[in-house]
C-alpha cells in the first residue's frame, strides 16, 4: 500500500543553509518522500543566503518544497531590482552576485503569499481577524497576480510604510496592496477593530496596551481555520490544534523547526547564535 506523502511546515531560515540541510537531512531520514512547505524569510541576516536559496528552489523543482513570501524575501526582490538600498544587517551580496540570480530570483517572486493545503492556510506573519479563509486567499491571489505581471516591479517600489494599518474593502491602488502585504509579511499585533501595531516586536508576555496578538483577537473569522505562520521569533513554538507559530529564533542561536501537518510531529534542530539583537 502506497502511503501519503508527510507534509512538514518549517519556520524562518533567513540563510542558515547549513542547520536547513540538517533538518532536512532529519526528516528525510524519517519520511524520505517529505515535502517541505516553507513560512518564508528564506533568506537575509543568516550567513549563507544564497546557499539557502539554491537549496529550497532544488527540492521546489523536484515538487518536495514551496514557499510563501515573507518581508525578507520581497525586501531581496526590491534590492535586487534597485528599489531599495542593501541594509547594514542585510546578508544578501551572495546573492545578487550569483550567476544564477535571474533564475532564482524570477522563481521567488512567482511565490505565493499565502498556500492552503491539507486543511492549513500557511503564512509568513498572520491574517486579519475580518478575513474569513475565501477572503484571505482572494487578497493573497490579488498581489502575487500583480507580482507575477508585467507591473510587479511598480507593486514592490510601493509597498513600503506603515499605512493604512487597518483593512477596509474600500481600499484601492497601492493602499490596499500595501495593507495586504503588510497583513501577510508583517503582522504581529492588532486590535480589536484589525488596526496593526508595527511597533512593537515582542512576546505575548509584553502585549502593548490596546493590541492583541492577531491570533488571539475576539470574534478572528478564521479562528476554525489551522494556520502555520513565522516571522515572531519572540513569540517562539506554539502548537494549538488550530495554530502552529513556527519561528523559534534560527538566527538568534534558537532552533530550527519543522512541524507535521497531519500529526504534528516535531523535529528541531539547534543553531548557533548568527545575531544579536539590535545588531
Not at 116 to 145: K, N, R
Not at 191 to 216: E, Q, T
Not at 226 to 241: E, V
Request: glycine share 8%.
Amino acid at each position: 500500500m502506497t502511503t501519503a506523502q508527510k507534509t512538514f511546515v518549517v519556520g524562518d531560515i533567513q540563510g542558515c543553509c547549513d542547520q536547513l540541510d540538517q533538518l532536512h537531512r532529519e526528516i528525510t531520514s524519517r519520511h524520505p518522500d517529505a515535502r517541505l512547505l516553507f513560512a518564508g524569510d528564506l533568506v537575509n541576516r543568516g550567513p549563507r543566503s544564497l546557499a539557502t536559496l539554491r537549496f529550497v528552489h532544488r527540492l521546489a523543482q523536484h515538487q518536495q518544497a514551496d514557499t510563501v513570501l515573507g518581508n525578507h524575501d520581497l525586501h531581496l526582490l526590491a534590492i535586487a531590482n534597485g528599489l531599495r538600498k542593501i541594509h547594514r544587517s542585510d546578508t544578501l551580496n551572495d546573492i545578487l552576485q550569483a550567476p544564477d540570480k535571474d533564475t532564482l530570483l524570477d522563481w521567488l517572486r512567482h511565490r505565493p503569499l499565502a498556500l492552503h493545503t491539507e486543511g492549513h492556510l500557511l503564512v509568513h506573519a498572520g491574517v486579519f481577524p475580518q478575513w474569513t479563509l475565501a477572503q484571505a486567499l482572494d487578497l493573497a491571489q490579488e498581489v502575487q497576480d500583480i507580482l507575477r505581471g508585467p507591473n510587479w516591479l511598480d507593486l514592490l517600489q510601493q509597498m513600503y510604510g506603515n499605512t493604512p494599518a487597518q483593512w477596509s474593502n474600500s481600499l484601492r491602488g497601492p493602499d490596499r496592496w500595501r495593507c495586504i502585504i503588510n497583513a501577510f509579511t508583517r503582522m504581529r499585533f492588532c486590535n480589536a477593530d484589525g488596526v496593526m501595531d508595527f511597533d512593537s516586536k515582542d512576546g505575548i508576555a509584553d502585549i502593548p496596551k490596546g493590541f492583541l496578538p492577531w491570533f488571539d483577537v475576539p470574534g478572528r473569522q478564521t479562528a476554525t481555520t489551522p494556520i502555520a505562520f513565522g516571522h515572531w521569533s519572540t513569540l517562539g513554538l506554539i502548537m494549538r490544534p488550530n495554530l502552529l507559530s513556527l519561528d523559534t529564533g534560527c538566527i538568534w542561536g534558537g532552533q530550527l523547526t519543522a512541524v507535521a501537518l497531519d500529526d504534528r510531529e516535531l523535529v528541531q534542530v539547534e543553531c548557533p547564535q548568527q545575531m544579536r539583537p539590535g545588531e
